[in-house]
């Protein structure tokens, strides 16, 4: 049974950083589309960034340049690194998994991903 189990999230101040990880298990496959995914109150869930197995990345413009998506393909665990935070990122934060896959996609994270985690909560104040 996949299980995918989110971590690191809390509360920081704009400008600040969090490390959010992903620990992936009851799977193994030789390519796998991994990402991260947000949603805040009242809106959709968005796409953040992607990454598949051979550690090709895609981020969304409104994080590129301040997040950072990785991956420990020997500890089955995913990462997002999020520097200079700011209060619109406020959102719980959902790692997703998907293979087989067609395309690593951050749109319709919904239909594209078969397996998803818990989420965890990320709050920035201003």
């Known amino acids: 049974q996949v299980q995918l189990v989110e971590s690191g999230g809390g509360s920081v101040q704009a400008g600040g950083s969090l490390r959010l990880s992903c620990a992936a298990s009851g799977y193994t496959h030789s390519s796998v589309c991994m990402g991260w995914f947000r949603q805040a109150p009242g809106k959709e869930r968005e796409g953040v960034a992607t990454i598949t197995t051979r550690g090709s990345t895609t981020y969304a413009a409104s994080v590129k340049g301040r997040f950072t998506i990785s991956q420990d393909n020997a500890k089955n665990t995913l990462y997002l690194q999020m520097n200079n935070l700011k209060p619109e990122d406020t959102a719980m934060y959902y790692c997703?998994?998907?293979?087989?896959?067609?395309?690593?996609?951050?749109?319709?994270?919904?239909?594209?991903?078969?397996?998803w985690g818990q989420g965890t909560q990320v709050t920035v104040s201003s």
């Open positions: 997703a998994a998907d293979f087989p896959w067609t395309i690593c996609t951050l749109r319709d994270p919904i239909r594209n991903y078969r397996y």
